[in-house]
């Protein structure tokens, strides 16, 4: 099967934020891509609301719900108290962990999954009691080591990081060996029982060859690239691109 897509609406809230006004409207363009064929949607509401704030997501729920009862709403952030009870308020169907400090200005690295072990099994296991499905942020190059402690928190997927790969636009080699070490950690994830997502700085250009060197791909979770992109495209044609990168 190929990845599903959801699209991430932070770059899209960030752009609204700029002015007091209630446009790009988040639940607008939201709209437009589940209508185009997007698996899902994706926000990560950091505790200083710089772009998706707390308000939204009510309004991505209810059109999910109302709308698109098909679609999946995807909440990523740091498991504080603050987060997890957003994530039982707003019940995502997944929800993704990151291992993020408030400041930073994006997801950049994946878990020290033995030394948090005791944060994530908590959050996991509370997360999954009220019905969601976890993810945990994976680095590119995890080894079975690294994955068997993922695992051992009882999350269902990892998300790879795919920074390290994006960067590689202008690099041919460097891309391909950025790739190898993706598909490496893919195939150990899938023989322990991990499923596989991924985002980060992935593109049409770049997506379509992670696709198929990791045939087991459930999902991509693509914002910056993909907001773009419906710049130039629009919010429709663009999703309908990506999906097709993504082997559909």
């Known amino acids: 099967m190929p990845a599903a897509l959801s699209v991430n609406l932070n770059a899209v809230a960030m752009l609204r934020n700029r002015r007091d006004l209630p446009w790009p ?3 607008g363009l939201g709209r437009i891509a589940l209508a185009a064929g997007a698996h899902g949607l994706t926000v990560h509401p950091r505790p200083d609301q710089r772009h998706i704030r707390f308000s939204d997501l009510p309004e991505i729920r209810a059109l999910i719900d109302d709308e698109f009862p098909q679609a999946e709403f995807n909440m990523e952030g740091y ?42 099994e908590t959050s996991v296991a509370r997360l999954k009691k009220g019905g969601c499905r976890v993810s945990l942020f994976c680095d590119p190059h995890a080894d079975h080591v690294t994955l068997a402690a993922a695992k051992a928190t009882g999350a269902d997927r990892v998300e790879f990081y795919t920074g390290p790969y994006g960067a590689t636009h202008d690099d041919r080699a460097a891309a391909r060996r ?18 596989i997502n991924a985002g980060h700085d992935l593109t049409v250009a770049n997506l379509a060859p992670l696709a198929e060197a990791l045939p087991d791909l459930r999902e991509v979770s693509i914002g910056h690239g993909l907001t773009a992109d419906a710049l130039e495209f629009g919010m429709a044609a663009t999703v309908r691109r990506f999906i097709a990168a993504c082997g559909s």
Do not use: M, R
């Open 79 to 120: 498991p504080n108290e603050d987060f997890l009870e957003l994530c039982e308020t707003h019940q995502p169907e997944q929800v993704t962990l990151v291992p993020d400090d408030p400041a930073q200005a994006t997801s950049d690295h994946g878990w020290n999954f033995a030394a948090h072990s005791d944060l994530l």
């Open 25 to 27: 409207s988040v639940t």
């Open 178 to 195: 950025e790739l190898q070490k993706l598909e490496t950690s893919a195939q150990i994830a899938t023989q322990i029982g991990l499923g």
